[in-house]
Nanobody
Framework: QLHVVESGGGSVQPGGSLSLSCVVS????????MGWYRQLPGGQHDLVAS???????RYADGVKGRFSISRDNAQNTLFLHMNSLNGEDTAAYYC????????????WGQGTQVTVSS
């Protein structure tokens, strides 16, 4: 049973930094590409960064150069380091496996809230 636990969110001033973590269980973590998403006002989850099993990363245009995604396959943990945060980064952040099995297609963890405000 896929299970993810996100942590590390909080409140930060514009220009600040935060680091998020996500512990994953129930799937073979090291074989899946993983991603960090943030939830849009309409409820859709928008992919902001992803990392393949071998460590190749991709970023949405709005976070390139500011966010860094990484993974520790030995600890089944995904990370997102966020720098130069601004108000548009305010959102609930979620992690999930890309291409996860069909039975988990609607599964999401509880997320972790990031609020950027002065």
């Amino acid at each position: 049973q896929l299970h993810v636990v996100e942590s590390g969110g909080g409140s930060v001033q514009p220009g600040g930094s935060l680091s998020l973590s996500c512990v994953v269980s129930g799937i073979s973590f090291s074989t899946y590409a993983m991603g960090w998403y943030r939830q849009l006002p309409g409820g859709q989850h928008d992919l902001v960064a992803s990392v393949t099993p071998s460590g190749t990363t991709r970023y949405a245009d709005g976070v390139k150069g500011r966010f860094s995604i990484s993974r520790d396959n030995a600890q089944n943990t995904l990370f997102l380091h966020m720098n130069s945060l601004n108000g548009e980064d305010t959102a609930a952040y979620y992690c999930n496996a890309l291409g996860r099995p069909t039975q988990y297609k609607d599964y999401w963890g509880q997320g972790t809230q990031v609020t950027v405000s002065s």
